[in-house]
């Protein structure tokens, strides 16, 4: 039975939500000749929960071997993945503020969701889950877009905001998971925890 798990994300955020279970983390992030954004591309015609969970899983298969090549000491590797998505169309992070911008034009005044996929595993057993929730934008104008854009905030998200940021002030609905919106949902990891003997 490990003492703590490996967590493979870059997010803080996910960083902060693991450390509130109270399960000690260490990260385990790509090398530098690592193409970790490649592993995000979607395919044709992709849903989006099935290409969450394709993503997340490509994650965990390049973590463990980053932590066998590393030869660091064994224990479970979490990795996640966030996505939003209206529709049929996914909304991946945006490339630059115009793209963020688009985006931001196309989820305002609609409901969209959001769906995280979290796995952990080790070299013999891996188990995933997925969490949905749902989020609804106020009809946001092309003033309030651009200041929110400007902010910074947007780039490197899904779907171009943070919703325990400024954006949380253009979201008039949500349901399901605060904390699977943010990028890693506290009910689902922790019963995958649980299922690896972890006391959560």
């Known amino acids: 039975m490990s003492e703590f798990i490996?967590?493979?994300?870059?997010?803080?955020?996910?960083?902060?939500l693991l450390a509130l279970l109270g399960v000690r983390h260490e990260l385990l992030l790509p090398d530098a000749d690592e193409d970790a954004e490649a592993l995000e591309a979607v395919l044709p015609n992709e849903a989006a929960a099935a290409y969450v969970k394709r993503v997340t899983q490509l994650k965990l298969d390049a973590a463990l071997?980053?932590?066998?090549?590393?030869?660091?000491?064994?224990?479970?590797?979490?990795?996640?993945?966030?996505?939003?998505?209206?529709?049929?169309?996914?909304?991946?992070?945006?490339?630059?503020?115009?793209?963020?911008?688009?985006?931001?034009?196309?989820?305002?005044?609609?409901?969209?969701?959001?769906?995280?996929?979290?796995?952990?595993?080790?070299?013999?057993?891996?188990?995933?889950?997925?969490?949905?929730?749902?989020?609804?934008?106020?009809?946001?104008?092309?003033?309030?877009?651009?200041?929110?854009v400007a902010s910074g905030e947007p780039l490197g998200k899904a779907g171009a905001y943070a919703v325990q940021g400024r954006a949380a002030a253009l979201i008039s609905h949500m349901s399901g998971s605060y904390s699977g919106i943010m990028g890693l949902p506290m009910f689902e990891t922790a019963q995958l925890l649980q299922s690896f003997g972890f006391k959560v």
Do not use: W
Request: proline share 4%.
């Open 65 to 148: 071997q980053r932590l066998k090549r590393r030869g660091l000491p064994a224990a479970p590797v979490l990795c996640s993945d966030t996505t939003v998505a209206l529709g049929r169309k996914i909304f991946g992070k945006p490339t630059d503020a115009a793209d963020a911008t688009r985006m931001l034009k196309e989820l305002s005044n609609t409901t969209h969701r959001v769906l995280t996929a979290v796995a952990l595993g080790t070299a013999r057993k891996r188990e995933q889950v997925l969490c949905e929730s749902r989020v609804t934008f106020s009809a946001m104008s092309s003033r309030q877009i651009q200041a929110y």
């Open 6 to 16: 490996y967590l493979a994300s870059q997010s803080p955020r996910r960083s902060q």
